[in-house]
């Protein structure tokens, strides 16, 4: 379901996916994913509202994606033995994200 938050980041209420929610000494927190913004935030539980029924129908001019076969690489250095390889990572590097975007624009 989709949901209106605000992110403190744009200043602004924009529509969101809720992909987790954790507790915190003082609320809750919630993980959304911006449908127009393809941008993950963190949102406090006060700032989630409930989507009104015609901007729901709206389609979202983000969508989330994965490159086929593709797994993330890392520069793996050993200074013991003076020595760098690429090898194999759980998360793709933020110098590997930009680079990519760098190409897509």
């Known amino acids: 379901q989709v949901y209106v938050v605000f992110s403190e980041e744009l200043q ?13 000494a003082d609320g809750c927190q919630l993980r959304c994913f911006l449908v127009d913004y393809a941008k993950y935030c963190s949102v406090a539980s006060e ?6 029924g015609v901007f729901a129908k709206i389609p979202y001019r983000a969508k989330k994606c994965r490159l ?7 520069l793996h250095i050993d200074y ?5 390889k ?3 990572a ?3 590097d933020t ?5 990519f975007r760098k190409l897509v624009e």
Request: net charge positive.
């Open 68 to 74: 086929h076969c593709t797994k993330p690489l890392t």
């Open 47 to 52: 700032n989630i509202r409930v989507l009104a």
């Open 90 to 92: 759980k998360r793709w």
């Open 12 to 24: 602004c209420w924009c529509r969101a996916l809720v992909e987790s929610v954790w507790r915190q």
């Open 80 to 84: 013991c033995e003076n020595t760098a």
């Open 95 to 99: 110098a590997a994200v930009q680079h």
């Open 86 to 88: 690429i090898g194999p």
